[in-house]
């Protein structure tokens, strides 16, 4: 269930509820002061087969504004991710570091709609070792929900080639129902993932929008709940064929929140079990 920093840069998804991306000017002038009754997360651990056989520990840092700061990863990979932000408590960058790899810096760029007063766009980017440069363009809609996403990738000759179309359908409460994956003509579904939901609070809400669904997309953090069951189709071939199903199954706390969720994987004939671990910040 962990993913290599490239593979988690073609699966970001998001919707967006993130208060800094409502007004383009946003945090100029304004002084932000920390937020109070946040339910934030300290940590996540991941146990595969058996819950006591961890693979993945996650800790999470907040500045004194209860922003996020840090993202310590050690177990099956160790990872550190560093989030700076502007004074307006917009992300500007990360910057993710890996062993003894050089350091992936992903820039965050706006981009504004004047007509509404609001930004349209988020644009995040980043140059590999090969120097090829990786780019994703994600759409806002009225309700401030991401609901497309485009990624592209420029090689050495300046070449840009399109990797990657994804839309978005949300329910009337702001659940993900299907995420669509479309071909480069621009309107052939290729495959697309279905999701039920059942009660639960998003341990990720209080985490900024872009951190949250750009690292952890496997968690499927973009919708209001977490979901119960999700379906993987592929339709390459012009008929859906099931490639995977997940269901999950939650302990919540008393407030709604989950203290852990169990996840069944099948994948074929092979089933998988994974369990997650959800520690809060008091």
Known sequence: MKYSI?????????????????????????????????????SIQVAFNTPTNITRDINFIYNELDLLSSIMETGNLNQSTTANYSNGNKLENLI??????????????????????AI???????IDMAGVTH????????????????????????VTTQVEELRLEYSQNFNVLRIEEIANDGFTIT?????????????FTDMNDIIR????????????????TRLDYDLSTGTAILERSIDYQYVLDTEGYPVS?????????????YFEFFNYRS
């Open 191 to 203: 495959g697309y993932s279905d999701f039920t939901y059942n009660f639960n609070n998003n341990p």
């Open 213 to 228: 669904l750009f690292m952890f997309d496997e968690f499927v953090p973009y919708s209001r709940y977490l979901p119960a």
């Open 261 to 273: 969720r169990e996840l069944s994987v099948t994948e074929g004939m092979m089933t998988s079990l």
């Open 6 to 42: 490239l593979f988690l840069l073609s699966f970001f998804i998001f919707s967006c509820d993130d208060p800094s991306l409502e007004d383009p000017n946003s945090g100029i002038d304004e002084v932000i002061e920390p937020v109070q009754d946040l339910r934030q997360l300290s």
């Open 135 to 158: 780019h994703k363009t994600l759409y806002i809609d009225a309700q401030n929900r991401f609901n497309r996403v485009v990624t592209t990738e420029t090689d050495l000759t300046g």
């Open 96 to 117: 993710i570091e890996e062993g003894v790899m050089p350091a992936v810096n992903v820039d965050v760029v706006y981009g504004n709609d004047d007509s509404v007063q």
């Open 120 to 126: 349209s766009t988020v644009e995040l980017s980043f």
